[in-house]
């Protein structure tokens, strides 16, 4: 799209803005736009931000690199130099020569440009990203029309560069000696060849939607020069990178997405930036865009007191929003921005705000700006905090003194039950608070539960090789910690090659090992596992309706510890739709097990994790369950059931007794023969009461009637799971309800405008 090169100048509105910080747009003039100057000639208008230099020119294919040919013109106010370049063509490289007032020449690239040269090369490069035409004006009204905080949200994170690969060949040049780098050299070779935009709009929205994720989660696409930061050091804050292909190309992967009924969530950087010499690192010859290096990263911190940097900034977060149709923003490195001394231990260099206190007054003043910024024009895109402490408020208004996030992860959660999972069995009722502890404070914020790519890289190995035991313990915990993921409130995100427990730690210059699946039953037993059990969160709104509320929860018994088996209910808006969990993280299965249940009727269980057809043992419950009028855990009405070895399971009321039975009279065992409880297992001692304190100690009811479950269990239990999971699976998600009115800071209504 040809734009007169008059309209393309700044103006001095545009200026102001830019200085203020509240240029959001700054993208329509800023870079490189295609253009037609008075007499019709064509070739495109720049624009660079660059104070305090001598001169600043245009370089590239167009004038063969001559760092004379195409000067640029200073504005009288506001250090922006722009001007009009002839005969440059679409998909010109180019790069701006600024002259340093010491004589000094840089090389950059474009802060602005809207695409980049494929790494390893450094130039940016013309690009016109108008002309898309979009097929999901469906999916933007209804996430027009949906609430956010009563809808699901289950992500599935990745990498692109490394969820699939064309082969599996060593790229690059070998050594001399005719070997290629490996996995334990500093930079090893890179297996097989990327996947395009292309390719991925097909295979990887293909596998998602068949996996029943929500949304997809990417990790930072913008431009970025080594493959080993995995896109976390950017040069290029406009340019989606490269690698994959053309921005138009990506457009058509989320446009492909959004068909697919899939959100899409980008990673941004706004903590600091790559320090590359091409990129924005001392811009003109000083620093510029920042204000210091990050102590522990080595990465430049953003300079958030300058307006022309907020303007940058947040005029890249609606930019993604806007040109790409993202459907959600994870800021990362929140922590880092919100603390003057991040990462710094010597007590000799930390700093202080005016009020003795170290806050960053300026970096929360910049978040709040950008969520608010967001919840102003775009209402409906979901803003997510990679916030590691307990700072307070950071998913409630900025009016209301908070951050204004929708969402925050959960890193507590997250580092506490890994921890806890990895313990091994006979340690496990010593660690249950660890289990127990989050629901102190899931409702204090709108939070999204972690399990990420920073927990299977870097030494902390895959998440199947942290289970103890034997391979069957191993596989039969991994489907406990999902099952736990999944019926614990708050959203959920799960790494890729999580769902198929892949052995390796996650390597970004290879493909995940899909191959595994394929050719093992253990690992596919897993993918269908975390197949049917998203297909399970979908179809059932007790898991996501109030997901971030406390009357969407409560406790049947958070206490003992002994078994180690907690259990819970999670409620909708429905009554109906109420969900009773219980799960079990001790290898021994437990036989006419008393559990306390909120009303009197038939139980039927929906979903087991230890069903034979996800690799389990088969220890389920058939048929209808009766309650007795036997008070347990704090309830009038309890059911016996069998628990599963290392799994959880699901029962859903599903009508009232037929006819009332004397008290006392004993419930049908999950096999539906009557079973006689031992005289032990029917006492209860000191029951948990409903909604008690996860932390407040009591003592774990007693059952004397356990034993052992066999390995294997009769064919109709199989056959009964695998229709609770067909069943589950051929439920479609309910249909999104209309945004709620923002609630006060006591209600924690996350909403911003």
Excluded at 478 to 501: D, P, S, W
Aim: include cysteine; aromatic fraction near 12%.
């Amino acid at each position: 799209m040809q734009t007169r090169d008059s309209s393309l100048y700044l103006s001095d509105d545009d200026l102001y803005l830019l200085a203020k910080g509240e240029w959001y747009r700054s993208y329509d003039k800023m870079g490189a736009h295609q253009a037609v100057d008075e007499n019709g000639t064509e070739g495109f208008h720049f624009a660079v931000w660059a104070p305090q230099v001598k001169s600043v020119h245009v370089i590239g294919e167009f004038n063969n690199w001559d760092e004379g040919a195409n000067p640029l013109t200073k504005t009288k106010t506001g250090d922006v130099w722009q001007g009009f370049a002839p005969g440059v063509q679409m998909g010109s490289l180019y790069k701006y020569v600024i002259e340093t007032n010491s004589g000094k020449r840089l090389y950059k690239a474009d802060p602005y440009a809207f695409f980049a040269e494929k790494a390893p090369g450094t130039a940016s490069r013309t690009y016109d990203i108008s002309g898309y035409s979009w097929g999901d004006e469906a999916w933007l009204a209804k996430r027009a029309k949906a609430d956010k905080l009563k809808s699901p949200l289950n992500i599935y994170e990745v990498h692109l560069g490394s969820w699939r690969r064309h082969g599996d060949e060593p790229q690059g040049d070998p050594r001399p000696d005719g070997t290629y780098p490996g996995p334990g050299d500093p930079f090893p070779a890179q297996r097989g060849e990327f996947y395009s935009y292309d390719d991925l709009s097909v295979e990887l929205v293909d596998y998602v939607r068949s996996m029943g994720y929500s949304h997809i989660e990417l990790m930072p696409i913008m431009e970025h020069p080594f493959d080993g930061s995995w896109g976390y050091q950017v040069t290029g804050y406009f340019a989606p990178t490269a690698r994959y292909g053309e921005p138009k190309q990506f457009k058509h992967f989320v446009d492909a997405c959004h068909e697919a009924g899939i959100g899409v969530i980008l990673d941004w950087v706004p903590g600091g930036f790559c320090a590359d010499e091409q990129g924005l690192a001392t811009f003109n010859g000083e620093m510029l865009y920042e204000n210091e290096i990050h102590p522990n990263w080595g990465t430049h911190k953003f300079d958030f007191s300058r307006g022309q940097v907020r303007t940058f900034l947040i005029s890249n977060l609606l930019y993604w929003i806007d040109e790409y149709h993202a459907d959600g923003i994870r800021m990362d490195g929140v922590t880092s921005m919100l603390y003057l001394n991040f990462g710094v231990d010597d007590p000799r260099l930390k700093k202080f705000n005016s009020r003795g206190t170290e806050e960053d007054d300026e970096a929360i003043a910049f978040v709040r700006q950008c969520n608010s910024t967001v919840g102003k024009y775009y209402p409906d895109v979901s803003m997510i905090a990679e916030e590691s402490t307990a700072w307070p408020l950071v998913t409630y208004p900025p009016e209301d003194g908070g951050l204004g996030f929708n969402f925050k992860w959960d890193m507590g959660w997250m580092n506490d039950t890994l921890h806890y999972m990895q313990t091994d069995f006979p340690y496990r009722p010593g660690n249950h608070r660890l289990l127990t502890f989050s629901t102190m404070y899931q409702f204090n914020e709108n939070f999204v539960l972690p399990l990420s790519h920073d927990e299977v890289v870097n030494g902390k190995c895959s998440l199947i090789t942290r289970m103890p035991g034997d391979y069957w313990r191993q596989f039969a915990g991994m489907r406990a910690l999902a099952f736990y993921q999944m019926t614990h409130a708050g959203g959920k995100l799960n790494f890729m090659g999580n769902e198929i427990a892949q052995f390796i730690e996650w390597r970004y210059y290879e493909g995940i090992q899909y191959f595994l699946a394929e050719q093992y039953d253990t690992h596919r037993h897993q993918q269908q596992f975390v197949a049917a059990l998203n297909a399970f969160y979908n179809a059932h709104p007790a898991l996501w309706q109030r997901s971030y509320t406390s009357d969407g929860f409560e406790w049947i018994d958070a206490d003992n510890a002994k078994q180690s088996i907690i259990s819970f209910i999670r409620k909708g808006d429905d009554p109906k739709d109420d969900l009773v969990i219980l799960i079990n993280f001790d290898v021994n299965a437990r036989e006419d097990f008393r559990l306390g249940v909120p009303e009197e009727g038939y139980y039927e269980e929906l979903f087991n994790s230890d069903a034979e057809q996800f690799g389990g043992s088969g220890v389920v419950n058939i048929g209808k369950l009766e309650t007795s009028e036997t008070p347990w855990n704090g309830r009038e009405q309890s059911v016996i059931i069998r628990v599963p070895p290392l799994g959880g399971l699901v029962l859903h009321r599903t009508g009232a007794l037929r006819k009332r039975r004397a008290t006392g009279t004993r419930a049908r065992s999950a096999t539906g023969t009557a079973k006689k409880a031992a005289p032990a297992a029917e006492k209860e001692v000191r029951p948990a009461a409903a909604k008690r304190s996860a932390a407040k100690k009591s003592v774990a009811e007693k059952d004397a009637g356990e034993k052992p479950a066999a390995k294997k269990a009769a064919s109709r239990a199989g056959s009964s799971s695998a229709r609770a999971a067909k069943k589950a699976a051929a439920k479609s998600a309910p249909a999104a309800k209309k945004p709620t009115a923002r609630r006060s800071a006591s209600s924690k209504a996350p909403k911003t405008k």
